[in-house]
């Protein structure tokens, strides 16, 4: 599995920016996929993450009504909506795939359970 991030630039506070991960090598709906970010000085965190077959959603607090995690099967890409952005949503922002045996409910949101990332788009939101 390849995967490959889009979509990152500069915005101003309370626009908007939409990220694409373009998985390739295996269909976007086989695995979860998850966004993860790392600002500056900060280590890298949980953002959002779609389930591979039933397509359930989980979000970290702080973009929960703000960002859409969505899977486009015909594209083989999963999208990353972000409104209503923030300075502190400044970050590179990451792809990455769970290519291990997931147990329902469980959210998945430390880095080590993801197998494969791709390169990471930065997001720049000034005030």
């Known amino acids: 599995v390849q995967l490959q991030a889009s979509g990152g630039g500069l915005v101003q506070a309370g626009g908007s920016l939409r990220l694409s991960c373009a998985v390739s090598?295996?269909?976007?709906?086989?695995?979860?996929v998850a966004w993860f970010r790392q600002g500056p000085g900060t280590e890298r965190e949980f953002v959002a993450s779609i389930t591979g077959t039933s397509s359930v959603t989980y979000y970290t607090d702080s973009v929960k009504g703000r960002f859409t995690i969505s899977r486009d099967r015909a594209k083989n890409t999963v999208y990353l909506q972000m409104n209503s952005l923030k300075p502190e949503d400044t970050a590179i922002y990451y792809c990455?795939?769970?290519?291990?045996?997931?147990?329902?409910?469980?959210?998945?949101?430390?880095?080590?359970?993801?197998?494969?990332w791709g390169q990471g788009t930065l997001v720049t939101v000034s005030s």
């Open positions: 090598g295996r269909t976007v709906s086989t695995y979860r």
């Open positions: 990455a795939s769970r290519t291990r045996v997931s147990t329902i409910g469980t959210s998945y949101t430390v880095p080590d359970e993801y197998t494969t």
